[in-house]
């Protein structure tokens, strides 16, 4: 074993840490428990009780982890995801050879655009959204529908709160 002390690898290690659940329930609690912490303190929506708000993440993280769906989900978006940034990285440093323009802010979102929409719609066709049928227009639209509710609740939530402050 060439990259191992005392028999273990990082292969083992990791490994073992899947099996204790680490990526399917840790990680992906630590992760919604943060966002919702972050929401709550940032647009101040409750109020400024660190309390109440991290009651309500600690709540909305385990919930959200009653069912495999996030951990189906996180499973298949993230590789997607970590390949779709490593396509910026090589496009951010061939840009930064052939470009000596500074603001090309317009071009990072385009492409930034078209890797999410590869993504999405890559992540989406691998996720099994009603028992393994695949992806389905017709099965999924409950789940769609509430999607785009929640993105427009907070997107209301966050752009109206510039707006007033």
Same mark, same amino acid.
């Given at each position: 074993?060439?990259?191992?002390?005392?028999?273990?690898?990082?292969?083992?290690?990791?490994?073992?840490?899947?099996?204790?659940?680490?990526?399917?329930?840790?990680?992906?609690? #630590?992760?919604?428990?943060?966002?919702?912490?972050?929401?709550?303190?940032?647009?101040?929506?409750?109020?400024?009780?660190?309390?109440?708000?991290?009651?309500?993440?600690?709540?909305?993280?385990?919930?959200?982890?009653?069912?495999?769906?996030?951990t189906n989900f996180y499973a298949t978006i993230f590789p997607y995801a970590g390949i779709g940034i490593s396509i910026l990285l090589v496009a951010l440093? #061939?840009?930064?050879?052939?470009?000596?323009?500074?603001? #090309?802010?317009?071009?990072?979102?385009?492409?930034?655009?078209?890797?999410?929409?590869?993504?999405?719609?890559?992540?989406?066709?691998?996720?099994?959204?009603?028992?393994?049928?695949?992806?389905?227009?017709?099965?999924?639209?409950?789940?769609?529908?509430?999607?785009?509710?929640? #993105?427009?609740?907070?997107?209301?939530?966050?752009?109206?709160?510039?707006?007033?402050?």
């Amino acid at each position: 074993m060439p990259y191992s002390y005392g028999g273990w690898t990082i292969g083992n290690i990791l490994n073992q840490w899947a099996d204790f659940g680490i990526f399917a329930y840790a990680l992906p609690f #630590l992760m919604i428990f943060a966002m919702v912490f972050g929401i709550l303190s940032k647009t101040k929506l409750l109020g400024d009780n660190k309390g109440v708000q991290a009651t309500i993440a600690l709540a909305f993280g385990l919930l959200a982890l009653q069912f495999d769906y996030v951990t189906n989900f996180y499973a298949t978006i993230f590789p997607y995801a970590g390949i779709g940034i490593s396509i910026l990285l090589v496009a951010l440093i #061939l840009m930064g050879l052939i470009s000596d323009k500074k603001d #090309l802010s317009w071009v990072w979102f385009g492409i930034g655009t078209v890797i999410f929409i590869i993504i999405l719609l890559t992540s989406l066709s691998d996720f099994t959204w009603a028992g393994g049928m695949g992806f389905s227009l017709a099965q999924s639209w409950p789940a769609i529908v509430a999607g785009l509710m929640v #993105l427009g609740i907070m997107a209301l939530i966050i752009f109206g709160s510039k707006r007033a402050g």
